[in-house]
């Protein structure tokens, strides 16, 4: 049994600003930004077979699907059944593991930029325009970028450093995230167990949102912040010159003269903001610190049941963070 490599390659013209996707199971992925309007697509297939002749029937087999439009490309992993190459392999007798493949391709910058893995590990750098990334086990390294980002993830650890301002939305159940941007124009994050860690500056403009369910967040200041703190068994370190105020399960420290707004809701992760390690940006000044709140009075815990079943409508998404945390406040017995 020998080793054949095959490759398919695939080029079409979108032009600066076409739409190009990208549809896999399980290979690693290189996308990369180029100039121009020309996108290139190269598909390289390891193939085990006894003989030559059976290895290029294998690949006409499991090339890749290409639909070319007037200024787009999808380019598509072949599927029998629901599981890609890894349904062909069975379907032709070969076992597990007797086809790999990686994709590599070259991308107009200005494209936007559709991919969706399941297993596959992605590295995408350089797109500035709109970009929507969905994975279900497979992490993402997305670098040099700007833009308006998009990201749905199930496992999948995600890493982002922009290098121009950036929009980001995101959803994932676990897996850690890390975005770096000099502005975020705007952030809305969502995870039930993944740990994130932001940095840079944030638009004045909106009103930034992170929530989780156990995850916690780490911020890294950049110019004046009004952080809104809400859960009851959440703890917050600002390491930073600040002012609180607000009540046990509502606070809000206000970092510098306060522009920005970022809300982080969480039924037990914590948060921690303290001061740039990536970036510049204006000094924080410091602020007068006024007396805290006097702590309310300790509310009873609700019954291990209902706290099962809250948690359980939040990973339906039947109930969002900030309405499971108000709903844990109320006071209960334990059963």
């Known amino acids: 049994m020998g080793t ?74 072949p599927k029998r059944g629901d599981s890609g190459i890894g349904s062909l392999v069975r379907i032709l007798g070969m076992g597990s593991g007797r086809i790999e493949t990686s994709v590599s391709a070259e991308v107009p910058a200005g494209a936007s930029i559709g991919f969706d893995g399941v297993s596959a590990d992605l590295t995408a750098t350089g797109f500035r325009a709109a970009q929507q990334y969905r994975t279900v086990s497979g992490d993402l390294v997305l670098d040099r970028l700007a833009g308006d980002v998009r990201v749905r993830g199930v496992s999948s650890d995600v890493t982002i450093r922009a290098e ?33 860690e932001i940095e840079g500056e944030l638009a004045q403009a909106r009103e930034h949102r992170v929530e989780t369910v156990s995850g916690d967040l780490s911020i890294g200041v950049v110019g004046g912040i009004t952080l809104e703190v809400r859960g009851l ?61 006097p702590p309310s009075t300790p509310l009873a815990p609700i019954s291990a049941e209902e706290q099962m079943r809250i948690l359980e409508a939040v990973e339906r998404g039947e109930m969002d963070v900030e309405e499971a945390s108000r709903q844990l406040s109320v006071r209960s017995t334990v059963a």
Not at 51 to 68: G, P, S, T
Not at 178 to 196: C, K, N, Q, Y
Not at 258 to 285: I, N, Y
């Open 4 to 77: 054949f490599v095959r490759t398919q390659e695939i080029e079409h013209e979108i032009g600066p600003t076409g739409r190009f996707s990208l549809r896999v199971t399980s290979p690693d992925v290189e996308l990369r930004a180029v100039e121009g309007g020309m996108a290139r697509v190269r598909v390289q297939f390891e193939l085990r077979a006894p003989i030559e002749a059976e290895a290029d029937d294998i690949f006409e087999r499991v090339r890749f699907q290409v639909a070319e439009g007037s200024g787009s490309l999808v380019v598509t992993e």
């Open 233 to 293: 068994s959440t703890e917050a370190h600002v390491s930073v010159p600040h002012r609180s105020e607000g009540s046990r399960d509502r606070r809000r420290y206000v970092i510098g003269g306060g522009e920005a707004t970022l809300r982080f809701s969480s039924m037990s992760g914590d948060v921690m903001a303290h001061p740039t390690r990536r970036f510049s940006g204006a000094p924080v000044p410091p602020v007068a610190p006024i007396p805290p709140t």
């Open 164 to 196: 121009a301002a950036l929009r980001l939305e995101m959803n994932t159940v676990s897996g850690d995230i890390s975005a770096f941007a000099p502005r975020f124009e705007e952030v809305r994050l969502v995870t039930v167990s993944g740990d994130i």
